[in-house]
């Protein structure tokens, strides 16, 4: 597993893209709206084969960032480490006592399959897991 990205929460996408492009000296280099998770994400690079960063920006009223920002605010919202198989890694980590979401992958941005574990069996932190698809 490596760390390939951090999700940070953002209730306006635009405004939050122009302070990481001060903050980080460059631009979003890819918006992509993920529908069955209600989101629009940004993502920046954060330097040489740095962990990315996601920005998740709630896509219509309703979904899982949405509910994040009413209840907590914008902020860090979850951590997504690669894996090169992710089916094998879901049954590993179920039969190691993770509470997986899921029961399959699901579609993520960036050209991945994503699962996630809840938080409160990974220590309060909300975990993804993701694979890259085969291009
Ligand atoms: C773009 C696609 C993909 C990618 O390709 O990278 C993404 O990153 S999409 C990101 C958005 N999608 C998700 O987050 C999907 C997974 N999340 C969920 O299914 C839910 O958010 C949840 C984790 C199951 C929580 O939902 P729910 O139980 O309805 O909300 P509650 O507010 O009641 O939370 C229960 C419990 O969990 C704590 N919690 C919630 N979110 C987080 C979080 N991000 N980090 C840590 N803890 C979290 C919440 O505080 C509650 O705890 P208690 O208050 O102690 O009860
Ligand atoms: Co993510």
């Known amino acids: 597993m490596r760390?390939?990205?951090?999700?940070?929460?953002?209730?306006d996408?635009?405004?939050s893209e122009a302070l990481l492009q001060r903050l980080l000296g460059r631009g979003s280099y890819k918006?992509?709206?993920v529908a069955e998770q209600s989101v629009t994400t940004s993502f920046f690079t954060a330097g040489d084969g740095a962990a990315k960063l996601e920005l998740v920006?709630?896509?219509g009223h309703a979904g899982p960032v949405q509910k994040y920002l009413?209840?907590?605010g914008p902020g860090i919202h979850h951590l997504a480490f690669e894996v090169d198989d992710?089916?094998?890694e879901m049954q590993r980590l179920r039969e190691d006592g993770f509470e997986l979401l899921?029961?399959?992958p699901s579609e993520g941005a960036d050209n991945k399959l994503v699962c996630f574990l809840h938080p409160k069996s990974t220590g309060g932190v909300l975990v993804e897991i993701c694979q890259?698809?085969?291009?």
């Open 3 to 11: 760390l390939e990205h951090i999700g940070i929460a953002v209730a």
């Open 13 to 15: 996408l635009t405004q």
């Open 31 to 33: 918006r992509e709206t």
């Open 57 to 59: 920006a709630p896509e």
């Open 70 to 72: 009413d209840k907590r």
């Open 86 to 88: 992710i089916v094998a």
């Open 102 to 104: 899921q029961d399959q």
């Open 132 to 135: 890259s698809r085969p291009t």
